[in-house]
């Protein structure tokens, strides 16, 4: 794997690392909702079968990649699902619990091939061994094959035959336990017989496959051509239903199919006035019998072919996900981004000659005429700008998923049970937004789940139910997104808070006296308040909630908490939906620090008095034979108590468009990626600025619009009608 | 006088929302009226409390050059770029002095938050509805447009509850 470093090189590295962890999230996503549905033994067997899928091509994805310790793993917990999927080891809250510590384990092999490939496949073993052996262990436990031909395997056996051997021959092991699973349950059989155009079979299959989905289980389908019809294939899926014939005709809707009900409940020897053959057949003339229609396809081999089609487009959704969406890395649309800001500079060039233009007589129709296509440039622009923001839009729904398993491990680790009620999703926000949101909001819920919720006797005694609820929501307003964790718990200690902000010097026990509930829980932003002493496994990192707050200002947000002693807490995080995050050089002027766009920098330069040249009252400096124009900035912006020139200074040469200037500043600071947040509407006459940006200092900074300094600078000088020091011509 | 936590600077908003909670009980009817109270060179102003999303400290300000003469500069209030603006110009008052004793009030301005800057905060004031002069005729200063109220909470106290629709109107939007 070394050696092949370079040959397969980071880029599929990174394609991989990536698929990998989407396959994992969506394996954990399947893996909570078998966990919810495990104790109502009500369970959706396509989750299991997502799983075994997903698991699958976990494995080979690995294989490939040489990471070996995944590959094993999933290798072993493949295997496990198989048997799971056929019935054979029953699906328990031990058994999810392994699965979910191997994905753990999962992730964090993923994060040390991240790290390094020898790291990932240097990964202890031993961990992998342990979970490798419990895995062993557990399909050795499993319950002995239910084999044994007792008289209810007899009787199950007699009503298997009453589907023919048309259909028993031609099933898989897989979709024979799910038949006689379902057999076993009761549940009555339906056939649902259909002609699909072959060229929309997948689509068509899909459609009726989902109208079905909420009736039952479909446990196969049988495939059959009509010669007449070379253009058709006729598929009778056969469903075990949860529901009556007349629902699964209303779940089909318009679309036209035959439903005839397969008789299990009568005795093989008893009455036989309806043959099984009679009874797979649609009640239509036209369809032929089941049996025949088989037999126009050799059974077993052919058929599996004539599948693959439409049971390869049923594969799990990280599957069929793969195939319809690009991955693409942020850098690259960051990338775009700037391309996109440098369009705008040029636009804006393009419209100051449609000025001009319009200034010359005789001239007036082409300015129109230019105005007009750079306003149609401008159009597409925006759209373009508003497409990349929109690619770069992720849904909270992996962060939330990953919240449920935390929920889950947490409150099994305290024996506490939690209901997670989970709302919003699909809300979406900016990647690098989701990024930032996925530590706190982890704090956020492991401390409701925690702290928040009691245990079930101190519930009990408060007449709470013994579940304890914790609801995640996520919705929008406007340009952000509101994300709300509430908890039905003991709510905030506001003794113990005060206690601790007194001991820690932040009010002392007068104020602490005066304090309003409200100023109370300002208390808990304060560093180190509301830090737990104890620091367990499950408390994390011990970070409190003033990193919380912290982490969340950063990206441009505010928590607020509301808590209720004796209901509950409830912490609402207001994030914008979108962040500019540009490269910036940080320079002083007139003491303070401003951001200049880093794509409108051509270069910096060490200056003193002498390098500056008065060319016809322009002040000037010659950089490697080229006049460029000097803009003292501190005097640009009329600074309060403007101090003389110093004899030593930087020069920022920003370019726009075709034009040069050099910005004279009283020094640098460095390069730093800023989050710009716009400027209000109040401030909408100050031009020169396209937004302030909080740099981990106190402090705003401001971000030059260096465009509209350039351009304001020359029109300035041309007005006065001074040598116009274009640098080129266009 | 509100409870103000002499701590973290950050920490030091004052949220209004019980004095709010109680407002809303007393605004049905005739009952009292509620508005902070807070100074511009000497006299009582008040501002509806509705109206007063936060009140804060004077944080670090970020000059912003070849703005208006009234706008002190932007400040970040919790993660957001506020305008920070001297409400004495914006009635045509002296400047105010920086920092002293001054607060800002955060009020919402259209689609976006600005900051008033006031010389101090006084406390919130109860006044009966039926007490409030309203638009009282106060000849052509060049302020009045901006009175919408004369309250009287105590025999010799007047305050001039503001129109703070007018001053964004006349000044900022």
């Not at chain 1, 005066?514 to 560093?527: D, G, R, T, V, W």
């Not at chain 1, 981990?696 to 900074?701: K, N, Q």
Request: glycine share 8%.
């Amino acid at each position: 794997m070394i050696d092949d470093k370079g040959t397969k090189g980071q880029k599929a590295l990174g394609e991989f690392l990536s698929e990998a962890q989407d396959i994992i999230e969506s394996l954990g996503k399947s893996l909570m909702l078998i966990d919810k549905s495990v104790e109502t033994k009500d369970m959706d067997q396509d989750l299991v079968n997502d799983l075994f899928r997903g698991m699958h091509t976990l494995k080979s994805l690995s294989a490939v990649f040489e990471v070996a310790p995944l590959s094993l793993l999933a290798h072993h917990e493949e295997s496990l699902l198989e048997e799971v999927r056929l019935g054979r080891i029953e699906i328990t809250a031990e058994l999810l619990d392994l699965i979910f510590s191997s994905l753990d384990v999962m992730t964090r092999i993923l994060g040390k091939v991240g790290e390094s490939e020898e790291a990932g496949a240097a990964w202890k073993l031993a961990e992998v061994d342990a979970l490798i052996k419990e895995i062993e262990r557990v399909q050795k436990n499993k319950a002995p094959d239910i084999e044994d031909p007792g008289a209810e395997i007899e009787r199950l056996h007699d009503k298997l035959q009453l589907f023919g051997p048309e259909v028993l021959e031609v099933l898989t092991e897989y979709e024979e336990h799910r038949l006689k699973a379902n057999l076993e349950r009761g549940l009555p059989f339906y056939k649902i017989g259909k002609t699909y155009k072959l060229e929309l079979i997948d689509v068509e299959l899909n459609a009726v496959k989902n109208l079905l989905k909420s009736t039952g289980e479909i446990i196969t389908y049988l495939p059959s051509v009509d010669e007449s019809e070379p253009e058709k294939l006729g598929i009778d899926i056969i469903l075990a239903a949860q529901v009556g014939m007349e629902e699964i005709v209303a779940a089909l809707g318009d679309i036209d199919a035959q439903v005839t009900k397969i008789e299990t409940d009568r005795h093989v020897s008893g009455d036989r006035s309806t043959p099984p053959d009679k009874l797979l057949a649609g009640d239509d003339g036209s369809s032929l019998a089941g049996k025949e229609r088989l037999d126009s396809i050799p059974a077993g081999e052919e058929r599996q072919r004539a599948m693959i089609p439409f049971s390869d487009s049923t594969q799990s959704l990280s599957l069929r996900s793969v195939s319809q969406t690009v991955r693409v890395d942020i850098r690259k649309l960051d990338l775009l981004m700037n391309v996109v800001g440098e369009l705008g500079i040029m636009r804006r060039a393009i419209g100051q000659m449609g000025d001009q233009l319009g200034s010359v007589v005789g001239r007036g129709d082409l300015a129109i005429e230019l105005h007009r296509i750079n306003r149609g440039f401008d159009r597409n622009l925006l759209e373009l700008r508003n497409g990349i923001l929109e690619v770069r839009m992720v849904s909270l729904t992996q962060i939330f998923d990953r919240l449920s398993r935390l929920v889950r491990k947490v409150a099994r680790g305290l024996g506490k049970e939690i209901h997670f009620a989970v709302s919003g999703g699909d809300t979406e926000v900016d990647k690098l937004i989701i990024e930032e949101l996925s530590d706190p909001l982890m704090h956020i819920v492991r401390n409701a789940v925690n702290h928040g919720i009691e245990s079930i006797d101190a519930r009990r005694k408060s007449g709470k139910p013994d579940f304890g609820t914790v609801a995640i929501t996520a919705y929008q307003k406007g340009n952000h997104v509101i994300i709300e964790v509430e908890d039905d718990g003991a709510g905030i200690d506001f003794d113990k808070v005060v206690q601790v902000a007194v001991e820690r010097g932040f009010v002392d026990d007068e104020q602490a006296h005066a304090l309003s509930e409200e100023e109370m829980l300002k208390l808990i932003f304060l560093p180190g308040v509301s830090t737990t002493t104890e620091t367990t496994e499950l408390s994390g990192r011990g970070v409190g909630m003033d990193v919380v707050r912290t982490n969340i200002a950063a990206i441009g947000g505010v928590v607020d908490v509301q808590s209720e002693p004796g209901t509950g807490t409830k912490i609402s995080i207001t994030i914008p939906v979108t962040l500019a995050i540009i490269p910036t050089l940080l320079v002083v002027v007139a003491n303070q620090t401003f951001a200049v766009p880093l794509n409108t920098v051509a270069e910096a330069v060490f200056a003193t008095q002498k390098d500056v040249h008065q060319i016809l009252g322009a002040e000037t400096m010659a950089l490697r034979g080229r006049t460029i124009p000097l803009c003292r900035l501190a005097e640009f912006f009329d600074a309060p108590d403007l101090e003389p020139p110093s004899e030593e200074f930087y020069v920022v040469i920003a370019s726009f468009g075709q034009r040069l200037l050099g910005l004279e500043v009283d020094s640098l600071i460095g390069q730093q990626e800023v989050v710009t947040k716009p400027l209000g509407k109040t401030l909408a006459k100050v031009r020169f600025f396209s937004g302030a940006a909080d740099i981990g200092d106190e402090r705003l900074v401001l971000v030059l619009d260096t465009g509209a300094i350039i351009e304001e600078f020359y029109s300035i000088t041309e007005s006065a009608e001074l040598a116009s020091p274009a640098v080129e011509e266009i | 006088m509100m409870g103000l936590i002499a701590a973290d600077e950050d920490v030091l908003e004052v949220i209004t929302r019980q004095s709010r909670a109680k407002k809303k009980a007393d605004d049905q009817g005739d009952g009292p009226r509620s508005f902070l109270g807070f100074t511009l060179s000497g006299q009582e102003y008040g501002l509806d409390l509705d109206l007063i999303a936060q009140i804060v400290k004077p944080p670090q300000l970020t000059w912003v050059p070849r703005a208006e003469p009234y706008v002190l500069g932007v400040v970040s209030i919790r993660g957001a770029v506020v305008t920070l603006v001297d409400l004495k110009q914006l009635m045509n008052q002296e400047p105010t002095a920086w920092p002293g004793t001054a607060r800002i009030l955060i009020v919402e301005a259209g689609d976006e938050r600005v900051g008033l800057l006031v010389d101090s905060v006084t406390q919130v004031r109860r006044v009966d509805n039926m007490d409030l002069e309203k638009r009282p005729a106060l000849g052509n200063g060049p302020q009045n447009d901006y009175v919408l109220f004369l309250a009287r909470p105590e025999p010799d106290k007047v305050v001039v509850v503001i129109d703070l629709d007018m001053v964004f109107e006349k000044r900022l939007l």
